[in-house]
Nanobody, 115 residues
Framework: QVQLVESGGGLVQPGGSLRLSCAAS????????MAWFRQAPGKQRELVAEITSGRGTNYPDSVKGRFTISRDNARNTVSLQMNSLKVEDTAVYYCKTSVRDSDYWGQGTQVTVSS
């Protein structure tokens, strides 16, 4: 079965950096688009970054130039490098993929940006 396990969250000061990782299993990872979403308290879950099987990437304006998504098909992992973090980046971050018309999510990892 499809499993996604995130790691790497934590507490960081504004302007700092964090790197999130998502370990995937149960499907042919290299053929599928992978994405990171986030959800802050009281807000809707939103797309943060996505990467296609061909390594094309997409970011919303809110993180463009600060966040970088990458994938390692040999290790079945997708990573999110987050630089110049802001207080408003505080949220639970989720890894997501869609396989055979079903969406799969990880359990989430908390990122807190605070001084």
């Amino acid at each position: 079965q499809v499993q996604l396990v995130e790691s790497g969250g934590g507490l960081v000061q504004p302007g700092g950096s964090l790197r999130l990782s998502c370990a995937a299993s149960g499907f042919s990872f290299r053929f599928y688009t992978m994405a990171w979403f986030r959800q802050a308290p009281g807000k809707q879950r939103e797309l943060v970054a996505e990467i296609t099987s061909g390594r094309g990437t997409n970011y919303p304006d809110s993180v463009k130039g600060r966040f970088t998504i990458s994938r390692d098909n040999a290790r079945n992992t997708v990573s999110l490098q987050m630089n110049s973090l802001k207080v408003e980046d505080t949220a639970v971050y989720y890894c997501k993929t869609s396989v055979r018309d079903s969406d799969y999510w990880g359990q989430g990892t908390q990122v807190t940006v605070s001084s």
